[in-house]
């Protein structure tokens, strides 16, 4: 069983930056593939980044790509995501989501864990 809490979000201006965590609970949090997804105002939940247990392999939707970066402190139980030139398209509620020994894979149903989410506001 694993616990998700995510932290960090707010409100930003347009071109600002924020720094997103998601602290996980139990002992085994090396052995998950770590994800961002998020759901904006009237729209479905999409997938936004993902790390691997490892490290080594990341992933991230085209959307975000070269603005959002991923990375994860195994030792600190922790994941993050690091967001700059935020967007006003980019106001949502972020959700931090674990997958048991799975791939870096953008499908929701891969992930066994979720947490409550944080809100993340960009105004323009």
């Known amino acids: 069983q694993v616990q998700l809490v995510e932290s960090g979000g707010g409100l930003v201006q347009a071109g600002g930056s924020l720094r997103l965590s998601c602290a996980a609970s139990?002992?085994?949090?090396?052995?998950?593939?770590m994800g961002w997804f998020r759901q904006g105002p009237g729209k479905e939940r999409e997938f936004v980044a993902a790390?691997?247990?490892?490290?080594?392999?990341?992933r991230y939707a085209d959307s975000v790509k070269g603005r959002f970066t991923i990375s994860r402190d195994n030792a600190k139980n922790t994941v993050y995501l690091r967001m700059n030139s935020l967007k006003p398209e980019d106001t949502a509620i972020y959700y931090c989501?674990?997958?048991?020994?799975?791939?870096?894979?953008?499908?929701?149903?891969?992930?066994?864990?979720w947490g409550q989410g944080t809100q993340v506001t960009v105004s323009s």
């Open positions: 790390i691997s247990w490892s490290v080594i392999n990341n």
């Open positions: 139990g002992r085994t949090f090396g052995s998950y593939t």
């Open positions: 989501a674990a997958n048991y020994r799975g791939g870096v894979t953008t499908g929701q149903g891969s992930y066994d864990y």
